[in-house]
């Protein structure tokens, strides 16, 4: 293959990355002015960030062996190709139902483009040195996307408006299939793929029930008949598809793999990686905006240290490791999570920017330090032979955890922030308290009127998120120290076995 014809194929590559990346990160600064524009609300705002995980994650199994068989170049382009559609609906849509539509087809894109293109580096670049080189620039230039998404986001949203963050896609995205058509080669595989479309439906019927029952308990409750429907169809379809996972030859999720301890406990890790860590953007936003008032921008420029942080701390991680060991250092990562989180379920509307931004850093730290051991030991624990299957599993238990975090925290922040806000208005003798406290916390909708002066009023909703703030921030930090604890036990025992 020529040298420009590489060139090209790298920088389709990068630039098809960076857009499938950048979704994750910019949509967050937005979510405040969206759900004033179309009057949705806290669940929907939950969609809104959910949809594009729930379909990223549960379509991210299938779409290697679609690459085997129908030509990796051929199913990459359509990804991008298909990103740009659901960019332009999401920046169209009339409704909270159209922009849902137009992130969950963002997702099932994004699952063709961001696992794909590793695929095509390798084939582009059979040198093992070469291939090492772009690929740190491909994870170099996903960070960098997720840095710039929060920051460009707030500019856009400010100045523009919030449907500029997704047509902003579409001259990457045209770029990117216009360098891609040119410079990737054609590549398949048909032998070796492993279709598994009952299992991917089941799948996509498991995050789906899971996450809608998750999110409808925040605004029906927990007892409604709709949660309840849902969380029982989530739990029927799970034991459906894993019975069937066991007895296919090639299944979409190697079951069996999870019988070893350690591939278990990594994937478990990497779930609550996606849980506490990833879904943290959504929550990180609000938080800034609708706590302590800054405005898109300022919350963009204000985030960043987590990402510039993970961004530095995974640029030095390959000495890192040399010198400390990766297992070491994948427990620190996880402690780190944990901790930040902890620590961040103390703040208030109050709390000054010089005590948030250090543990923003120090979650991007643990997070730069978890990513890559994490997807280093998810290899180092499978036979070298299913080592596709289980990078392909590893990064869905991640995808799955950010939409099942976004959907079960958001629900807690929800929920404890009503009854927070709810118990204030009823020591002031505010009627109808809990009424208008589930009306201001899910719409911010204060028409109903209160009693209070508007500035108190406002004060103690702001006091409120915080409150629900600090119980989701709790969660998550626990989860994050005890997938620390089950490593140490699991590295542990196989270190036990080694030596047996």
């Keep these: 293959m020529r040298q420009s014809g590489k060139r090209q194929a790298v920088a389709a590559v990068y630039l098809g990355t960076f857009m499938a990346t950048l ?6 600064v937005a979510l405040p002015s969206i759900q004033v524009s179309l009057e949705t609300d806290f669940s929907g705002l939950q969609w809104v960030v959910g949809a594009y995980a729930l379909c990223l994650s549960a379509f991210m199994l299938s779409t290697g062996p679609l690459g085997d068989r129908f030509g990796r170049k051929r199913v990459w382009l359509g990804g991008v190709a298909l990103f740009m ?5 999401c920046a169209m849509a009339p409704s909270l139902p159209v922009l849902i539509v137009g992130c969950s087809v963002q997702g099932i894109a994004g699952a063709l483009v961001i696992p794909g293109a590793l695929s095509i580096l390798t084939q582009t670049f059979p040198d093992p040195r070469e291939r090492a080189y772009v690929i740190g620039g491909w994870s ?21 408006g919030w449907t500029s963050i997704f ?7 045209a770029a990117s299939l216009l360098l891609g058509t040119s410079g990737i080669v054609e590549s398949a595989d048909p032998g070796h793929a492993a279709l598994d479309p009952l299992g991917q439906v089941l799948s996509v019927i498991f995050l789906g029930s899971l996450t809608y029952g998750l999110i ?8 409604a008949t709709s949660t309840l429907m849902a969380l029982g169809l989530a739990t029927m379809t799970l034991a459906f598809f894993i019975a069937l996972e066991m007895r296919m030859a090639r299944p979409v999720l190697p079951v069996d793999l999870f019988r070893d301890s350690l591939f278990a406990s990594v994937n478990f890790a990497s779930f609550v990686l996606g849980f506490a860590g990833y879904s943290s953007l959504f929550f990180f936003s609000l938080f800034l905006q609708q706590v302590q008032g800054w405005s898109a921008t300022q919350t963009g420029w204000r985030m960043a240290p987590v990402f510039a ?31 930040s989180m902890l620590a961040m379920a103390s703040f208030g509307p109050s709390t000054p920017y010089a005590m948030i931004a250090p543990l923003f850093a120090l979650l991007g730290i643990g997070m730069g330090l978890a990513v890559p051991s994490t997807g280093a030991m998810a290899m180092e624990a499978a036979p070298r032979e299913r080592s596709g299957s289980a990078s392909a599993t590893m990064n869905a238990m991640r995808q799955g955890g950010m939409t099942i975090g976004i959907a079960l925290l958001g629900t807690i922040l929800s ?3 009503i009854n927070s806000l709810a118990d204030s208005l009823s020591e002031a003798n505010v009627d109808g308290a809990a009424q208008l406290a589930r009306e201001a916390v899910t719409r911010r909708d204060m028409s109903m009127g209160s009693e209070l002066p508007q500035a108190v009023f406002e004060a103690l909703l702001a006091q409120s998120f915080a409150d629900g703030f600090s119980a989701a921030m709790a969660l998550a930090g626990c989860l994050g120290l005890v997938a620390a604890l089950v490593l140490g036990i699991a590295m542990r025992d196989a270190a036990s076995a080694r030596n047996r």
């Design 216 to 223: 409808g308990a925040g605004s029906e409750g927990w007892g």
């Design 415 to 417: 929920a404890k922030a």
């Design 140 to 160: 170099s230039f996903s960070a960098v996307s997720l840095i710039l998404g929060p920051m460009l986001g707030g500019i856009l949203v400010d100045n523009v």
């Design 85 to 89: 559609v659901g960019s332009i609906i």
């Design 167 to 173: 047509l902003i896609n579409l001259p990457v995205g």
């Design 309 to 339: 942080a993970m961004a530095i701390t995974s640029f030095l991680f390959g000495r890192l490791a040399a010198r400390q060991g990766m297992r070491r250092l994948m427990i620190l990562g996880y402690l780190m999570v944990g901790a």
């Design 23 to 28: 979704a994750i990160s910019i949509v967050t």
